[in-house]
C-alpha cells in the first residue's frame, strides 16, 4: 500500500499493511531556515519532497506552511487567514480597510458605521526560529460588548471564494505521498471563534458570563460566513476535509463543548459525509473530559493528539475512548523526541508502552503532537518508523 491508501483505509477501520506513520515536519523546518541550520539533505525541499526523503506520510492537514509567500495573514486578526493551497479564499468587501506591514507588525484597520476597528499582529525571526509560523495577537477585535456591533459588520461582509483549483493543485502535490486534507476554518463555530481569536481570553470569560445575549446575537450573524466555507469545502474534490482545532476540557469545558461546538461539528459531518467525504478536527489540548462528547460529533479523525507526558491522557485511553467510529492521529507527544526531555532508554521504554498499548493497531495513524520540534532528534523518527515496521500489518476486530 503507498502512504495515501494506508491513511485512507485506516481511517475507514479496513485492514492496512502497517499502521500509517506521518510526522509533522513543517514547524521544525520552519525553524530550521530561520536558524539556516536546514541540513544539506532537506535543503530547499517542500513538505512533500521532505517526507520521501524521510520516507514516511506527508503530514498535509490543509497546505504547506513553509512555502514562500504561500499564506496571507491580512484578516488573521479576525481568524482568518488565505493560502495558496486552500480550496477558498476569504476576502472583506463592501468596507474601507487599510493595512501596513513593517515585517514585524502588521496593522489593520477597518472602518464601519459601528465605529472603527483596529488590529495588530507581530511576529519576529525568533518567533520563526523557535518554529512558530503565526503572528501572535496585540490587540484584538474585541475589547468590550461596545465593539460587537462593528464586529458582527465585518463578518457580513466577508466574502468567501471557491478556489477549487487552488486545492486541487495541493492535492496533486501531494499524490500518492500522504492525504491532501482541505483546510476549513480553525473555529468549530462562531462562538469558538470569539473565544479563540477575537477577543482577549480572560475577557471573553466576562462577556461571556454577563452579556450572553449579545454575544450570541453576534454569532448569529457570523454564521452565514461559516456556512459559506461549508459551501465550498462540500464543493471541492477532496477526500477528507478539515473543520476546527483547539479543544481543552478547561477551555472548552465540556458543557461550554456541548452547546458551543458539538453542534457545529455534527452540522459539518453530517453534510460532508452527504458528500462522501471524511471529516478530520484538531483535537491538541486536555481531552479527557471531552473524550465521552466526541464521538455524537460524527467527525472521523482526532488529529494531534497529545499523550502523556504532555497531557492527562493516553494514547490507549483515547483509543478507548474513540473506537472504532473515530480515528486517531497523532499519539507521540513532541517531547519525546527531545534527547534532553527522553533518555534514548526512557524514549525506548516510552515505545515499549506505547506499542504494546494499541491493541490491534487499528483507527491510528501515528504523527506527532502537536508538532516535530525544532531541536528534535530526527534519528528517532526512523526508531519509530521500523517500530511499526516491527508491529506489522493492522487487522481491525
Known amino acids: 500500500m503507498n502512504h495515501h491508501e494506508r491513511m485512507l483505509a485506516t481511517i475507514r477501520g479496513e485492514p492496512t499493511d502497517q499502521i500509517p506513520w506521518a510526522p509533522r515536519m513543517d514547524l521544525w523546518y520552519i525553524a530550521q531556515r530561520a536558524r539556516g541550520t536546514v541540513p544539506a539533505r532537506f535543503a530547499n525541499m517542500n513538505m512533500v519532497e521532505v517526507a520521501a526523503q524521510l520516507d514516511v506520510a506527508c503530514h498535509a492537514i490543509g497546505a504547506d506552511f513553509t512555502l514562500p509567500g504561500g499564506r496571507d495573514n491580512s484578516l488573521r486578526a479576525l481568524g482568518i487567514d488565505n493560502h495558496q493551497d ?8 463592501g468596507l474601507p480597510l487599510e493595512s501596513s506591514d513593517d515585517g514585524e ?36 477585535a474585541i475589547h468590550s ?37 482541505a483546510r476549513g476554518p480553525v473555529a468549530a463555530s462562531p462562538v469558538h471563534l470569539i473565544l479563540h481569536e477575537l477577543v482577549a481570553m480572560d475577557q471573553f ?6 452579556e450572553p445575549d449579545a454575544i450570541h446575537r453576534l454569532t448569529s450573524r457570523m454564521e452565514p460566513y461559516f456556512d459559506a466555507c461549508l459551501d465550498a469545502l462540500v464543493a471541492c474534490d477532496a477526500e477528507v476535509v478539515f473543520w476546527g482545532a483547539n479543544y481543552d476540557q478547561d477551555l472548552t469545558w465540556p458543557p461550554f463543548f456541548q452547546k458551543e461546538i458539538a453542534p457545529w ?24 473530559k471531552l473524550l465521552p462528547l466526541y464521538p ?41 523526541l527531545l534527547d534532553n526531555a527522553m533518555s534514548d532508554q526512557v524514549f525506548a521504554q516510552y515505545l515499549d508502552t506505547l506499542f504494546a498499548s494499541i491493541g490491534a493497531g487499528d483507527h491510528l495513524i501515528l504523527g506527532v503532537a502537536d508538532n516535530v520540534p525544532p531541536d528534535a532528534n530526527l534519528g528517532r523518527l526512523e526508531v519509530i518508523k521500523q517500530r511499526i515496521i516491527d508491529f506489522g500489518p493492522v487487522t481491525p476486530p
Not at 470569560?205 to 454577563?210: A, I, K, Q, R, V
Open 265 to 288: 461539528l455534527k452540522k459539518v459531518s453530517d453534510r460532508l459525509h452527504a458528500a462522501g467525504k471524511l471529516v478530520l478536527t484538531h483535537t491538541d489540548g486536555e481531552n479527557k
Open 205 to 210: 470569560f466576562y462577556l461571556y458570563h454577563d
Open 296 to 336: 455524537a460529533c460524527d467527525f472521523d479523525v482526532a488529529e494531534s493528539f497529545s499523550p502523556t507526558p504532555m497531557t492527562k491522557t493516553t494514547l490507549a485511553e483515547m483509543l478507548q475512548g474513540l473506537r472504532p467510529k473515530i480515528t486517531v492521529f497523532g499519539g507521540i507527544p513532541s517531547v519525546a
Open 145 to 181: 460588548v461596545e465593539d460587537l456591533e462593528a464586529v458582527a459588520q465585518i463578518f457580513e461582509h466577508l466574502v468567501v471564494i471557491p478556489t477549487p483549483e487552488s486545492y486541487r493543485a495541493f492535492h496533486q502535490r501531494i499524490g500518492d505521498r500522504g492525504i491532501a486534507v
Open 86 to 93: 486552500y480550496p477558498y479564499r476569504v476576502e472583506l468587501q
Open 105 to 140: 507588525n502588521l496593522r489593520t484597520h477597518v472602518r464601519t458605521s459601528a465605529g472603527d476597528v483596529f488590529l495588530h499582529l507581530y511576529r519576529s525571526q525568533s518567533m520563526a526560529r523557535d518554529g512558530i509560523s503565526l503572528p501572535f495577537v496585540k490587540s484584538y
